[in-house]
């Protein structure tokens, strides 16, 4: 019969450490029980200089709910990072739970940080003991630091005799969770079944914070596959009662698919993953013999109330034992990936509804102007949520251009469905040949015809290039700026601000008009480009400021782009937000560019040549003929792409500045193009046909970028004269 500490290592399996870890954790183990602390941990330098991460923790298993992966060396809110930059013990005590939402220790604590000094003074690591509701610290407080100092010396000590630390990559994996050596054991081993669960706590932590799906995949990389020593995952879902393959890294879409549907331990013989289910149960297939990089492999079930929504899947590059507690882990991590995939696609397809909703509202292009040069950016809530931020380009009858944002209150269906409404009003108006005033004030009685209790901001601006003057005219919306990029921008004088529209109705809107110099910069927004959840008004107002007066005379796309970053970074953002962008080119001789544009229908690919002979004429023309080829090579591949992957007529314009000529390729498809495949997806390598076109324009262009262009996306390039 076996005694009952070979049954407690069986339900605790332990694993041996590395002769450094082992040193590691001998002195932490000693310090533990020496000065009763509840953990202890020693942390190291990454080989980027930046960050620290723990490798060793021994300790209490509460230590899996307060131990982090790393930390950055210069975060002042941890004592570790404190004491290795300073190379000074570092002291903390909170005699009161901690405030905040989130305390990484949510109990009265005590914490020493003791840096490890080399022969120079220089710090290599530290060693880092916390007692959890200490009691009667003061009076030991000042002993605690000296025996803490003592170990942390004999430890450095120890390490440098072996020649130091080894180097640490900057991806070390997670700590090693460590328990009091067993009877007869001199060695301080590894509890495994510690580490796994501190996998699954912090998979569930950052599964909950995963605001798309592939912050959801990225976690699942880092808490699963990389911590269980895994070559590959994959994951396939199930759409319309088939697998299909959503995502997969370490190998190949094909083996990817493969591998999720092998639910017999034979990659070679099942490779229509098309028809077959997905497992019913968790499957460990330890050692198979194929032509393919993969040995071993698991196949997880992702369920939610019984019903399966997909398979996780996990391939080894050796022959690998799955552990009870291997298992266990993995059943449960498959679990709460599950559930987070369902809800990524979710929001994902909410948001996506949404976004087609409101780009449909969008006008379907910017005019083409030789005096005036446009860029607009409309971008949603990360929420998903629909607003009711709009903005519009109008050429109206009298030959002026029209300029008009707005935004109405709330971010629900009813106020998309106003702002669809008050857009269509003003440009009907607008269309009337109204001035400013008058559309909004007309606009307004409108508003408050249709009885409902939203109300709506919006500014006009008519930008009249022959008398070289814009009239403005606002109602309750941020005033517009003008300016010279590098120089100081102002709002214009101008009547006090009128009420929103909806407010009253028989509110009357004054106008200002003021005259327009050459290459005068115009800046219409809405509120979300520079007021945030964490952006006071006051500091996105400044900011705003600042980035129009960088020096230097940026792209009207690349400065748009720069001021959407004040609110908002990649798909960050808590409000939907606006930027129009206008340059008026001025009239003098000179000052006009020339411009020309054509057009393809759609799935028209013999048009292309059409395409072709176009540009040709008009670099001949413009005397642009040295670039000729790499214009022709390089918009063909953007058309052809345009054609075959959007699904709809490409617009190619050109304009010639002195310096460069610009080409901007225009289709309906709002999707940015990727000039390489992501994470993969079968929707992303779809897309690596489009992906090597634009390498092409990568190898050919002088600078290059793509940019929504209203209810569609732009691709433009550059080319400067050899």
């Known amino acids: 019969m076996e005694d009952e500490g070979s049954l407690a290592r069986a339900a605790n399996p332990v694993m041996a450490l590395n002769a450094e870890d082992q040193m590691l954790a001998t002195a932490l183990e000693g310090a533990v029980h020496g000065l009763r602390a509840t953990t202890a941990t020693a942390m190291v330098p990454l080989e980027d200089g930046r960050t620290l991460a723990n490798v060793v923790v021994v300790g209490d298993p509460l230590s899996i709910f307060t131990v982090a992966d790393r930390h950055p060396v210069d975060d002042d809110r941890y004592a570790g990072p404190v004491a290795y930059r300073t190379g000074r013990q570092c002291v903390r005590v909170r005699t009161q739970t901690p405030g905040g939402v989130h305390p990484d220790m949510p109990f009265p604590y005590a914490i020493i940080a003791t840096p490890l000094v080399d022969d120079e003074g220089r710090s290599f690591g530290v ?38 630390l080894s180097p640490r990559g900057s ?11 067993p009877a007869g054991e001199d060695a301080p081993l590894e509890s495994v079944s510690l580490s796994l669960v501190y996998q699954i706590a912090r998979l569930a932590a950052e599964l909950s914070q995963a605001p798309g799906l592939r912050d959801v995949l990225v976690a699942a990389i880092a808490r699963i596959m990389e911590p269980f020593g895994a070559r590959c995952l994959a994951v396939s879902v199930i759409d319309e009662g088939r697998p299909r393959l959503l995502s997969h890294t370490g190998v190949g879409p094909a083996l990817a698919a493969r591998l999720t549907g092998a639910s017999t331990g034979t990659l070679e013989e099942e490779t229509n993953t ?33 019903h399966d929504t997909g398979t996780l899947a996990l391939g080894f590059d050796h022959r690998h034992t799955f552990s009870a507690p291997e298992r266990a882990a993995l059943t449960t991590a498959a679990q709460l990936l599950a559930q987070s995939i369902s809800r990524a696609r979710q929001f994902e397809t909410e948001r996506r509804l949404a976004q087609e909703l409101q780009q449909g509202l969008l006008p379907p292009a910017l005019p083409h102007h030789e005096e005036v040069d446009i860029a607009a950016r409309y971008v949603t809530a990360t929420t998903g949520t629909i607003g009711g931020d709009w903005y519009d380009v109008v050429d109206l009858p009298d030959g002026t251009l029209g300029l008009i944002v707005g935004d109405v209150e709330g971010h629900t269906p009813r106020a998309a469905t106003v702002m669809g409404q008050i857009r269509s ?8 040949g109204h001035r400013p005033a008058d559309v909004l004030a007309r606009t307004n009685r409108l508003l408050s015809d249709l009885g409902t209790d939203l109300f709506a901001t919006c500014c006009c601006v008519w930008l009249d290039a022959e008398a070289e003057a814009v009239e403005i005219s606002s109602a309750g919306h941020p005033a517009p700026l003008l300016g010279r990029p590098g120089r100081h921008f102002a709002t214009p004088p101008g009547p006090p601000q009128s009420p929103p529209l909806g407010v009253r109705p028989d509110t009357t809107y004054d106008s200002v008009r003021m005259p327009l110099g050459p290459e005068t910069v115009l800046v219409l927004y ?22 129009l007066a960088e020096p230097g005379e940026p792209r009207l796309e690349v400065l748009a782009d720069r001021l959407l970053g004040i609110t908002g970074r990649g798909d960050r953002r808590d409000d939907d937000a606006v930027v129009l962008i206008a340059r008026f080119l001025g009239l003098g001789a000179g000052r006009r560019q020339r ?12 048009a292309v040549a059409d395409v072709r002979r176009f540009l040709r004429a008009r670099a001949r023309s413009w005397d642009w003929e040295a670039v000729s080829p790499d214009l022709e090579l390089a918009v063909t591949e953007l058309v052809t792409n345009g054609l075959v992957h959007a699904d709809s007529e490409v617009e190619v314009r050109l304009r010639e500045y002195a310096d460069r000529l610009r080409v901007d390729v225009r289709d309906s498809d709002s999707r940015p193009p990727l000039p390489a495949p992501v994470l993969a997806s079968g929707e992303t390598d779809r897309e690596s046909e489009h992906g090597r076109g634009l390498l092409i324009v990568d190898a050919l262009a002088a600078s290059w970028g793509n940019s929504p262009s209203g209810r569609g996306k732009s691709v433009w390039f550059e080319l400067t004269r050899p």
């Not at 289910?277 to 698991?298: G, N, Q």
């Not at 509120?527 to 945030?532: A, F, R, T």
């Open 171 to 181: 991806r070390p994996g997670p700590p090693r969770f460590v328990l009091a050596p």
């Open 274 to 306: 098309g028809t077959r289910p997905p497992p019913d149960r968790p499957l460990f297939f330890e050692a198979v013999d194929t032509d393919e990089p993969i040995s071993a492999y698991c196949l997880l079930p992702l369920t939610i109330d019984d």
């Open 526 to 547: 809405t509120d979300g480009l520079v007021q945030s959840r964490i952006v006071p008004l006051d500091d996105g107002i400044e900011a705003l400021h600042a980035c």
């Open 595 to 606: 411009v020309a544009r054509t057009f393809v229908q759609r799935h028209d690919l013999r």
């Open 127 to 164: 060693v880092v003991l916390v007692w959890a509701d200490p009691v009667g610290w003061a009076a030991a407080a000042a002993g605690m630091g000296h025996r803490c100092q003592s170990l942390a010396d004999e430890l450095s000590h120890a390490l440098l005799l072996r020649g130091g």
């Open 425 to 432: 009003a003003i440009r009907a108006y607008a269309a009337e």
